[in-house]
């Protein structure tokens, strides 16, 4: 079946099977920040927004994008090289593997909540799983993120 969809702030159409996941048909569109880590919605890699939302992409079927707006990293590299910078500042960036998905989670946040505390930035990210860090470094640089977005600077 055909689809229609927003992509990126583009209007798009994609050819997709009713078994295809958002996962599989944005990887088949040419997104590459879209990591798989599981299929399981377990590791948080796959999340993109959907109409403003954090989804993971694992788990979506891809004939419910219809219609939608399906927002990826590649759609919010400002936004993105904001809280990559932040994330380099603290040491937080190590391989990669998991930054467009906790990214993806991170905006979602500052959007939902600025003025996060630290126990509410670990809740919501408590699905993104990190290889190579023991996470001090990522709320670190979350909180001098979402810190710079309220002009504050907390204790």
Known sequence: MTIEFTLNGRRVSAQVDADDSLYHMLRSLGISSVKCGCETT?????????????????????????????????????????????????????????????????????????????????AYLAGNLCRCSGYMSQRRAIRRYLDGLCGEVRA
């Open 42 to 122: 377990n590791c948080g890699l796959c999340t993109v927004h959907m109409d403003g939302k954090a989804v993971l992409s694992c788990s979506v079927p891809a004939p419910r994008c219809a219609g939608h707006e399906i927002v990826t990293l590649e759609g919010v590299l400002d936004q993105a090289k904001a809280l990559g910078d932040c994330l380099a500042d603290e040491g937080a960036e190590q391989c990669g593997f998991c930054a467009p998905g906790l990214m993806m989670n991170v905006l979602a946040l500052a959007k939902e909540n600025p003025r996060a505390t630290d126990a509410q930035i670990d």
